[in-house]
């Protein structure tokens, strides 16, 4: 298991963080962005998750990722 971190950003400024969000593969940080898309009312900002080198690994819109939250991100 890894750690990852995820942040909202408003333009380059960090608004909410989580750190050291345990997840068992990356594709599993999905259903974690849209729990978070779902609670941001700002307009324009977006969600990041880096692993724990600090690499960005996710950096998407927080409308596209409620466009697709209903999309299935189970392994297949």
Known sequence: M???DFEVLKDEEVIVAERFVPLDSRRAAWPK???LAKGIE???CRIRVKEQAGETI???G???ALRYA???FVAQ
Request: avoid cysteine; proline fraction near 6%.
């Open 2 to 4: 890894e750690l990852y």
């Open 33 to 35: 962005i849209i729990k």
């Open 42 to 44: 700002l307009p324009r």
């Open 58 to 60: 996710i950096l998407v």
């Open 62 to 64: 927080v409308a596209a």
């Open 70 to 72: 209903d999309f299935d």
